[in-house]
């Protein structure tokens, strides 16, 4: 596990964790293995500028098996970061930090999502306060992984594999605090509802 952008500037009680593909990006059954292949989703740039302007510390936190599948190099996929976070930095918003986990699935790691490594490595680099912080992801994995972690919030998205992931959640007695449409709605929820103090909807 590594990250790819580091900044001391945390707001330890208002940090959101977001998951990378069908979140900010369109996501792939390929796979998104090069530059060219990474784009944003409607309205993920305004989401980052947004959270920045209202003083909260965006955390990245992606699954990037693609590497341990060998379908990309990991000089490539740092690449693909840093055209995320230059965009992201060009639209007025900011990412602090990226933590992405290489591993195949059958490598039983502590840091793919749902296990919590990723978000309790990010803690303790950050000093951030778990039960104040806010996951927003599109799978069972992400909402699974905010409840591992001891996250306070955890919103899912209708993008990327969001729908089926709510129907999967409901089978498995799991509820999101939120669903949101996209990383947008999702942000503006945030926004208005001052979730990362802790208080209540």
């Given at each position: 596990?590594?990250?790819?952008?580091?900044?001391?500037?945390?707001?330890?009680?208002k940090?959101?964790f977001?998951?990378r593909?069908?979140?900010?990006?369109?996501?792939?059954?390929?796979?998104?293995?090069?530059?060219?292949e990474?784009?944003?989703?409607?309205?993920?740039?305004?989401?980052?500028?947004?959270?920045?302007?209202?003083?909260?510390?965006?955390?990245v936190?992606?699954?990037?098996?693609?590497?341990?599948?060998?379908?990309?190099?990991?000089?490539?996929?740092?690449?693909?970061?840093?055209?995320?976070?230059?965009?992201?930095?060009?639209?007025?918003?900011?990412?602090t930090?990226?933590?992405?986990?290489?591993?195949?699935?059958?490598?039983?790691?502590?840091c793919?999502?749902?296990?919590?490594?990723?978000i309790l490595d990010?803690?303790?680099?950050?000093?951030?306060?778990?039960?104040?912080?806010?996951?927003?992801?599109?799978?069972?994995?992400?909402?699974?992984?905010?409840?591992?972690?001891?996250?306070?919030?955890?919103v899912?998205?209708?993008?990327?594999?969001?729908k089926?992931?709510?129907?999967?959640?409901?089978?498995?007695?799991?509820?999101?605090?939120?669903v949101?449409?996209?990383?947008?709605?999702?942000?503006?929820?945030?926004?208005?509802?001052?979730?990362?103090?802790?208080?209540?909807?």
């Open positions: 596990m590594k990250n790819s952008e580091q900044n001391q500037r945390v707001n330890p009680k940090t959101v977001i998951d593909d069908g979140v900010i990006n369109r996501d792939s059954p390929d796979y998104i293995k090069c530059r060219e990474f784009h944003f989703l409607p309205g993920s740039l305004e989401a980052f500028r947004l959270l920045h302007e209202n003083g909260f510390t965006a955390i936190v992606t699954n990037q098996s693609v590497i341990g599948r060998k379908f990309t190099t990991p000089e490539e996929l740092r690449l693909i970061f840093a055209k995320m976070t230059e965009a992201i930095a060009s639209s007025g918003g900011h990412v930090d990226i933590m992405f986990c290489p591993h195949l699935p059958s490598d039983l790691c502590r793919r999502k749902p296990a919590p490594g990723m990010a803690r303790d680099r950050h000093a951030i306060d778990l039960s104040t912080a806010v996951m927003i992801g599109d799978s069972v994995k992400d909402i699974e992984c905010a409840a591992n972690a001891g996250v306070g919030w955890a899912l998205v209708r993008t990327g594999n969001g089926k992931a709510l129907e999967k959640l409901m089978e498995k007695g799991l509820s999101p605090d939120h949101a449409d996209d990383l947008l709605d999702a942000v503006k929820w945030l926004i208005s509802n001052n979730r990362t103090h802790g208080g209540n909807p």
